[in-house]
């Protein structure tokens, strides 16, 4: 982590900043409200920039909401789980979206990827940037077109 981010990060318990993340963006957008589910488990705290995280967050959830905007609005789901293994904590962004092509999985944190009309592709790759950043790591997964897709993000824990 550079010298910077590490001044301004602080201990952090993951599903506290989520939620106030969630209020501070989401508490006046019933539709996004009517579809975010949180899934918490008990996890130590981490170091994370808070608003270099806010940033992840709010982008893999505005992706998840364009990865949705052509299904149909009662099948809308973005689920949001915090959870450890070990020595990691994992908060994981999965939709119920279009998925995503396996020959396109590897370019999608590249810079200037994007399939929209109006995308640069510049926000998964400032996600992973700002993920590494924290000293943390973030993949993602698919079962398919059409099938959704999650993203997991892991952060190192002070605990052995
Ligand atoms: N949840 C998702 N489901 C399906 N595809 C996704 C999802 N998230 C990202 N993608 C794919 O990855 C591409 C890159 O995402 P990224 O956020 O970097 O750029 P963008 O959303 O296209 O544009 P912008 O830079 O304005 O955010 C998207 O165009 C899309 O093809
Ligand atoms: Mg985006």
Partial sequence: MSHNLLFYSTETYLADLIDEILTLYYSTQDNVQKILKTHYSKTDRV????SRFT???VNLIQNALD????IEPSRREISISVYQEGA???VTVADTGCGIAQEDLIKIFSQGYSTKRNGF???LNSCANYTGEMNGKIAV???GIGKGAEFKISFPTKRR
């Fill in 47 to 50: 170091k994370v920039h808070k």
């Fill in 55 to 57: 940033f992840v967050i």
């Fill in 67 to 70: 990865a949705m905007s052509k």
């Fill in 88 to 90: 990691k904590v994992y």
């Fill in 121 to 123: 592709g510049f926000e």
């Fill in 141 to 143: 997964s698919t079962q």
